[in-house]
C-alpha cells in the first residue's frame, strides 16, 4: 500500500496502518463527482493521493461555496468513522485523481481498538474546521485577488502541479463570487506575469509572487495541516520551488 501518497496517513503509526491496510483500496474520481451530500448518509473515508475535495455548501438560491479543500494532506468523511451520522456539507471532485477508500465498519472498528488514530481523526476534524472558519474570514475581509492567490496556492500545494485545470466559472464558484470578478482578478495577475491563463487551464509562473499577493488566511491554513501532521512534507512540498 503506497501510504507515502497520503501524508495523512503516512504520519500514523504503524500499528495503525496494520489495522487499516487490508481495508484500503485505490479507487479513481473524475472530475464533478458527488462522494456525499449534506444531509446524507457517509459510507467510506476517502484518503486523497492525487484527488482534490471540496467540501461545499449548497444556498437555497442555488449558489454554491467552498468551505474547505482537502487533498493529499487529509481525509474526508473521517467524521462519520466517530459516529457522525450525517455530513453537514457536500464533498465534491474539483480536480481528477485517485484515492484510498475505507468503508466506515472498518474504520470505525479500527478506531475504537487505537486511541492514537482516533486522536489523529479528531484532530484532522478540527483542523478542516479550522479552514472553513478561515475561509469565512477571508471571504469577508479580503479582496477577490487575494482570494484567488489563496484558493490557487491551497490547490497547488494539494496536487504538486503549477498548471491546474480549473475554468473561471469553478473557480467563481468556489470563492463565492462572480465570474466576473474572476475574470478581473485573474487578468491583473496575468498582467503581472505570476500566472498565464487560457481557457481551462491557469499556469502559475511566479510562486514567491504568488504567494506574496496571497492574504494570511493561506499561510493560517498551511500551518495548521504542518503542525497536524507533524512532518516536513508538506512544507517541502510548499516551498520547494522557492
Request: proline share 2%.
Amino acid at each position: 500500500m503506497a501510504r507515502s501518497s497520503n501524508l495523512l496517513l503516512a504520519s500514523f503509526s504503524s500499528n495503525d496502518i496494520e489495522l487499516l491496510k487490508a481495508h484500503l483500496r485505490p479507487v479513481h474520481y473524475d472530475e464533478g463527482h458527488v462522494l456525499f451530500e449534506a444531509g446524507g448518509s457517509v459510507a467510506s473515508v476517502y484518503f486523497p493521493t492525487t484527488v482534490i475535495i471540496s467540501l461545499v455548501v449548497q444556498l437555497s438560491s442555488g449558489q454554491v461555496v467552498e468551505s474547505a479543500m482537502v487533498g493529499r494532506d487529509g481525509v474526508v468523511g473521517a467524521s462519520a468513522a466517530m459516529d457522525g451520522r450525517t455530513s453537514l456539507s457536500r464533498a465534491i471532485v474539483q480536480m481528477t485523481g485517485d484515492a484510498l477508500v475505507c468503508d466506515i465498519p472498518a474504520i470505525k472498528l479500527a478506531v475504537s481498538r487505537s486511541p492514537t488514530l482516533s486522536s489523529i481523526l479528531i484532530r484532522h476534524e478540527q483542523t478542516v474546521y479550522a479552514q472553513a472558519q478561515q475561509s469565512t474570514a477571508c471571504m469577508a475581509a479580503h479582496q477577490v485577488e487575494q482570494r484567488l492567490c489563496r484558493w490557487l496556492l491551497r490547490a497547488r500545494d494539494l496536487c504538486g502541479l503549477d498548471e491546474l485545470a480549473f475554468t473561471q466559472e469553478f473557480l467563481a464558484e468556489m470563492l463565492g463570487v462572480r465570474r466576473t470578478s474572476v475574470t478581473q482578478a485573474a487578468s491583473v495577475l496575468q498582467q503581472a506575469k505570476i500566472i498565464a491563463y487560457t481557457r481551462g487551464k491557469i499556469r502559475i509562473i511566479d510562486l514567491p509572487r504568488l504567494q506574496k499577493s496571497s492574504c494570511e488566511c493561506y499561510e493560517a491554513v498551511r500551518s495548521n495541516y504542518s503542525a497536524l501532521l507533524k512532518n516536513k512534507h508538506l512544507e517541502a512540498a510548499t516551498v520547494g520551488a522557492l
